[in-house]
């Protein structure tokens, strides 16, 4: 099984704040790397597929990219309803895999 | 607009069964895969299943193989999770999620998802 391993596990972080998180998976996945945000008591949203692909309706400020093991998604200026745990997943092969989540909070 | 309507939950003792279903509208049913993912108190996501589009193909994690089964009705585009000898450790709230992209012949991302049904296994 594909191992995804997400850093950090949690951050704390201002409005307009510039916010990087990586996920690194244990081995090549080429790009078939996806990432989704979710808040409590809602359906987890898809952010980015393919890697680096922003999914319809996502604000541009959402950012994805990385190749083979690491790939990083960053959000160019946090805002309020973007706190939440955010988690990236291999679609490269069964058994599909999340990484641990990183829940992003209010500094 | 796509829109998938789940239900089916509840509480189920230990050793038994449930079904859930995920109602689907606003796209081609048949043109995509559909799959089932989880989230147990406190925890992460976890992928459960993966049912391709034309539903010849079905995939499943090594924690629910053999004991769960993933099926879809063309007629009432409508997907279910049959779930059996249900352990407390099954105990999550389980999402339905259309994937992407059509026509696939693998298991892609999860563009849209369900609302989400809470399943308790307990005596």
């Known amino acids: 099984d594909i191992q995804m391993t997400q850093s950090p596990s949690s951050l704390s972080a201002s409005v307009g704040d510039r916010v990087t998180i990586t996920c690194r998976a244990s081995q090549s996945i080429t790009n078939f790397l996806n990432w989704y945000q979710h808040k409590p008591g809602k359906a987890p949203k898809l952010l980015i597929y393919g890697a680096s692909s922003l999914h319809n309706g996502v604000p541009s400020r959402f950012s994805g990219s990385g190749s083979g093991t690491d790939f990083t998604l960053t959000i160019s200026s946090l805002q309020p309803e973007d706190f939440a745990t955010y988690y990236c997943q291999q679609t490269y092969s069964v058994p599909l895999t999340f990484g641990g989540g990183t829940k992003v909070e209010i500094k | 607009e796509v829109q998938l309507v789940q239900s089916g939950g509840g509480l189920v003792q230990p050793g038994g069964s449930l079904r859930l279903s995920c109602a689907a509208s606003?796209?081609?049913?048949?043109?995509?895969?559909m799959s089932w993912v989880r989230q147990a108190p406190g925890k992460g996501l976890e992928w459960v299943s993966t049912?391709?589009?034309?539903?010849?193909?079905?995939y499943y994690a090594d924690s629910v193989k053999g004991r769960f089964t993933v099926s879809r009705d063309k007629s009432k585009n409508t997907l279910y999770l049959q779930m059996g000898s249900m352990r407390a450790e099954d105990t999550a709230i389980y999402y339905c999620a259309k994937d992407g992209p059509p026509i696939s012949l693998r298991p892609g991302f999860s563009d849209h998802w369900g609302q989400g049904m809470l399943v308790i296994v307990s005596s």
């Open positions: 049912i391709m589009g034309s539903g010849s193909s079905a």
């Open positions: 606003g796209f081609t049913f048949s043109s995509y895969g």
